[in-house]
């Protein structure tokens, strides 16, 4: 007996190999955000203090250091979003693995009630030959 969810259980397997390869791609790109935004903060920490009595340059520094911080954050709110697509990508994963499982434990079930139906089967053949031979030495006698 073939079991007939062999290729959607296939299919399962793909869909969560395929999940695994993204949360794998998005747990990189979060990393890759998560350094970039540590990076940039070390960045602004390095940056010259401002000093002397020139205004210009105080303003010039000062500047700098905003536009730092603004693009800081930006990196921050980045980072967070690839983050939640870790988190999403995760949750993917689970739903797959879940998906593949139940239709591999229907493959299971199906199996173990083949080989029931096989050992039944075995039973009576063999119940059948025993029976064949009693009756055959019973005329005998």
């Not at 890759?32 to 303003?59: C, H, V, W, Y």
């Not at 173990?112 to 050992?119: H, L, W, Y």
């Amino acid at each position: 007996m073939k079991f007939r969810l062999s290729n959607v259980l296939r299919a399962r397997s793909a869909q969560e190999r395929i999940a695994k390869a993204e949360l794998i791609a998005a747990r990189k790109e979060a990393e890759e955000a998560a350094e970039r935004t540590r990076r940039m903060d070390e960045a602004i920490g390095a940056q010259p203090k401002p000093s002397g009595p020139n205004g210009l340059a105080f303003a010039a520094t000062m500047w700098a250091r905003q536009a730092m911080a603004t693009e800081l954050a930006a990196a921050i709110v980045l980072a967070g979003q690839a983050e939640q697509v870790v988190r999403d990508r995760d949750a993917d994963l689970t739903a797959a693995a879940m998906k593949r499982r139940t239709v591999e434990k229907l493959g299971e079930r199906h199996a173990a009630e083949a080989r029931t139906a096989d050992e039944k089967r075995a039973q009576l053949e063999a119940d059948d030959l025993t029976s064949s031979r009693n009756r055959g030495d019973n005329a005998d006698r």
